[in-house]
């Protein structure tokens, strides 16, 4: 009867809100922001900077292998943060290698520990979440840990872990959920037998023989530092690698990938994913080979589903509040301001239609949107000209158009490309293969000569694009980077002495120093 009456009376409890809000005319914060990622805690930050009263709601739903984590959103817990780690892992892997070609002496065969990277890893990761509470204390913005929902365009209700509904009322709320992995659901066993980026970084042991399924950069990262620490490792594609990129360098990248161990299951698709009876750790993947018309099988210890990524949306009641989204994605429609179409309902990251899915990105429209609320700020944010960095074992930066994308916008005979294939000063006495490290600069062929995009594939390609990205932003053109001195002797460098033009036909290899 008592818990008859528990459920009877939260509506009750609800509509009291409601209707002492409407007595008193207020709301209880400035803003409320739905979700603890990068971009959202960013807005909640620089609220609280200008003295309003913030809250912010953030839940980690399990996943369905049941990994979970704390505040701090993707990023911090199971992307970018973990993603770089375990790559540097790899990449000291391939360090200990070249090592000896440069006098070191190291015993042989070299091991790697996974618990060992992992636990370190983990423990930085669980760092950073307590870095963000205690962030928000001090900045004296509220931190609900409840998964909310909208029951009116200025409330959101949600229940503790202990089954205490929480209501919240705010003037203003920015949406910031962010997204989760896909699961092909269409697959026999994909989600009973598989795990995604929400699980890898967070395995007490090895993966094992791992299958990673996907064309993404999510895919070809993990598949990456799989591999660099010695994992048997395969990626199944079924369609194009890094789709929205250069497809010139995305091309690079997997031969490079290759080149480097990972094995590549091109214009395949998985049917089917089965437990091994005889082999509690072994899993038979069946798939079909679109090119031959056959199918296939092999066992591995783990499938991982790099597939793609949905809005994390489904439970706010979006459309009771009347918050339109995109019914093919599931994506927020923004419009330049981060307005959702509901007044003083708003929406940063990754849950925005036509956004990029970057960390930077949302923070710098989190922080942007807190101004223009709070701070007499007009500024919005410029989504034009955002660097980026693929960090495969021969990382791929870029900044601005791709190839085809500046054919596609201002014709073939209006772009010119330069382009350079180099060697990193490094790889020499390690005689490390260099086929792959490459660069071009795509202008307009007017007299100008505006640069419209650059990509870089080779060592640090992040820390090479992020000082390059300032110049296009300024609108940089070809003439000023050829007036530009590169520092010696650096990869970085050859940018300042691309000369060659794809149009001439010309050998592109950079020689001498």
Not at 275 to 301: G, I, P, Y
Not at 475 to 496: N, R
């Given at each position: ?29 400035d803003l409320l922001v739905i ?355 693929v960090f495969t074992p ?120």
């Open positions: 009867m008592a818990a008859l009456w528990r459920r009877a009376r939260l509506p009750a409890v609800s509509g009291l809100c409601r209707t002492l809000r409407a007595l008193s005319g207020k709301n209880e914060y979700g603890g990622g990068s971009g959202g805690l960013a807005c909640a930050k620089e609220a609280a900077q200008f003295g309003r009263k913030v809250a912010v709601l953030d839940y980690v739903e399990p996943s369905p292998r049941g990994t979970a984590w704390g505040l701090g959103g993707t990023c911090v817990n199971v992307g970018c943060i973990p993603k770089k780690l375990m790559h540097q892992a790899a990449l000291l892997g391939s360090a200990i290698k070249d090592a000896q070609h440069y006098g070191w002496n190291i015993s042989q065969p070299v091991h790697h520990t996974w618990s060992v990277m992992a636990q370190g890893v983990q423990n930085y990761v669980k760092s950073l979440n307590w870095g963000h509470r205690v962030q928000l204390q001090e900045k004296k913005v509220k931190y609900f840990n409840i998964k909310g929902s909208f029951s009116d365009p200025h409330t959101v209700r949600g229940l503790t872990k202990a089954g205490k509904e929480i209501v919240v009322t705010a003037d203003n709320i920015v949406i910031a959920t962010g997204g989760r992995p896909k699961y092909p659901t269409h697959v026999a066993g994909a989600l009973e037998y598989g795990i995604t980026s929400d699980d890898i970084f967070w395995l007490k042991k090895s993966p094992g023989k791992t299958l990673v399924v996907g064309a993404s950069y999510v895919s070809l990262e993990c598949a990456g530092f799989l591999t660099g620490i010695g994992l048997d490792t395969t990626v199944m594609m079924r369609s194009v690698p890094l789709r929205g990129f250069d497809q010139q360098m995305a091309s690079l990248v997997t031969e490079h990938m290759e080149s480097y161990g990972t094995k590549f299951l091109r214009r395949c698709f998985p049917t089917k994913v089965e437990k091994l009876e005889m082999e509690s750790d072994r899993l038979q993947v069946t798939w079909k080979n679109a090119d031959l018309d056959t199918e296939e099988t092999d066992s591995f210890n783990t499938v991982m589903w790099a597939v793609g990524r949905a809005p994390d949306t489904k439970t706010l009641n979006l459309e009771t509040v009347g918050v339109k989204t995109n019914s093919e994605t599931g994506k927020i429609i923004v419009d330049a301001s981060e307005a959702t179409s509901v007044p003083h309902i708003y929406a940063v990251g990754d849950i925005t239609e036509g956004r990029p899915e970057l960390t930077p990105t949302a923070i710098a429209a989190g922080k942007l949107l807190a101004q223009r609320l709070f701070g007499q700020s007009s500024e919005l944010m410029d989504y034009d000209n955002v660097p980026t960095t021969l990382e791929y930066g870029c900044v601005g158009l791709s190839e085809e994308a500046a054919v596609q916008r201002h014709g073939s005979n209006n772009i010119e490309v330069f382009h350079a294939y180099y060697k990193p000063l490094e790889f020499t006495v390690a005689e490390r293969d260099a086929t792959q490290c490459y660069m071009k600069m795509v202008c307009l062929r007017e007299r100008e000569q505006r640069i419209l995009g650059l990509h870089f594939i080779g060592p640090n390609a992040g820390e090479v694009i992020q000082g390059f990205a300032l110049g296009i932003k300024c609108g940089a053109t070809y003439p000023q980077m050829m007036k530009t001195v590169g520092i010696h002797p650096t990869c970085a460098e050859e940018v300042t002495k691309l000369h060659i033009t794809k149009r001439s036909g010309l050998d592109a290899t950079v020689t001498g120093c």
